[in-house]
């Protein structure tokens, strides 16, 4: 079946820094998905992309769809104690509704 | 903005118990998707219902049932509960299948 990959597993940053995260895949998706979960809670959705070479922000947060469909990265600047969490890249290749998640990257942000 | 709502967020259950789960999808969201996490893994899906039609099927295993209802609220059955059952249970809703999931905050089921 289909599979993302996310790796590292931890990434430590400084809190200030910049941290850019990989999701890629040896199948064409045509949704990618980036969500934060945190302990305990549900993953929380931070960016949607729809077509191939998207661009898009959220505050800090910069993600882009490959424009080979894929991949897709995740940039974090200026890091802030707060975005610790498990970061996910999930998405969709079009046969059937369900989403692929990739296994995440625990996010720690060091002070 | 509404949410995706869970009931409950904490269950405990003894083994061969039965126990179901509620989700209340946003509001006009007609999919609803299950999945079950464990301890350091991602979500597994397990089940999804479109227009209260079961949609697609992942992992689910037989002694898990679910439904989703006219209100499009869905309940997730399990039956029989294994020590292995326990994790977290997670419904999302989207406006169609296929569409940008958006994710409750949780079950957190732990089966003693």
């Given at each position: 079946?289909?599979?993302?990959?996310?790796?590292?597993?931890?990434?430590?940053?400084?809190?200030?820094?910049?941290?850019?995260?990989?999701?890629?895949?040896?199948?064409?998706?045509?949704?990618w998905l980036w969500y934060k979960q945190e302990p305990?809670?549900?993953?929380?959705?931070l960016i949607a992309l729809y077509k191939a070479g998207?661009?898009?922000?959220?505050?800090?947060?910069?993600?882009q769809f490959g424009i080979t469909r894929k991949d897709?990265?995740?940039?974090?600047?200026?890091?802030?104690?707060?975005?610790?969490?498990?970061?996910?890249?999930?998405?969709?290749?079009?046969?059937?509704?369900?989403?692929?998640?990739?296994?995440?990257?625990?996010?720690?942000?060091?002070? | 903005?509404?949410?995706?709502?869970?009931?409950?967020?904490?269950?405990?259950?003894?083994?061969?118990?039965?126990?179901?789960?509620?989700?209340?999808?946003?509001?006009?969201?007609?999919?609803?998707?299950?999945?079950?996490?464990?301890?350091?893994?991602?979500?597994?899906?397990?089940?999804?219902?479109?227009?209260?039609?079961?949609?697609?099927?992942?992992?689910?295993?037989?002694?898990?049932?679910?439904?989703?209802?006219?209100?499009?609220?869905?309940?997730?059955?399990?039956?029989?509960?294994?020590?292995?059952?326990?994790?977290?249970?997670?419904?999302?809703?989207?406006?169609?299948?296929?569409?940008?999931?958006?994710?409750?905050?949780?079950?957190?089921?732990?089966?003693?």
């Amino acid at each position: 079946g289909q599979q993302l990959n996310q790796s590292p597993q931890s990434m430590f940053i400084q809190e200030g820094e910049d941290v850019s995260m990989n999701c890629t895949s040896s199948s064409i998706f045509n949704t990618w998905l980036w969500y934060k979960q945190e302990p305990g809670e549900g993953p929380v959705l931070l960016i949607a992309l729809y077509k191939a070479g998207e661009l898009t922000s959220n505050g800090r947060l910069t993600a882009q769809f490959g424009i080979t469909r894929k991949d897709s990265f995740l940039n974090i600047s200026a890091s802030i104690p707060s975005d610790v969490g498990i970061y996910f890249c999930a998405g969709y290749t079009g046969a059937n509704s369900k989403l692929t998640f990739g296994k995440g990257i625990t996010l720690s942000v060091r002070p | 903005a509404a949410g995706v709502i869970q009931s409950p967020r904490h269950l405990i259950k003894e083994k061969r118990e039965t126990a179901t789960l509620k989700c209340y999808p946003i509001p006009r969201h007609d999919t609803v998707y299950w999945y079950q996490q464990g301890p350091g893994q991602d979500p597994q899906f397990l089940i999804s219902f479109y227009e209260k039609m079961q949609s697609d099927k992942g992992s689910i295993p037989d002694r898990f049932s679910a439904q989703q209802f006219s209100d499009y609220h869905s309940e997730l059955n399990m039956s029989s509960l294994e020590l292995g059952d326990s994790a977290l249970y997670f419904c999302a809703s989207s406006l169609e299948a296929g569409d940008t999931q958006y994710f409750g905050p949780g079950t957190r089921l732990t089966v003693l």
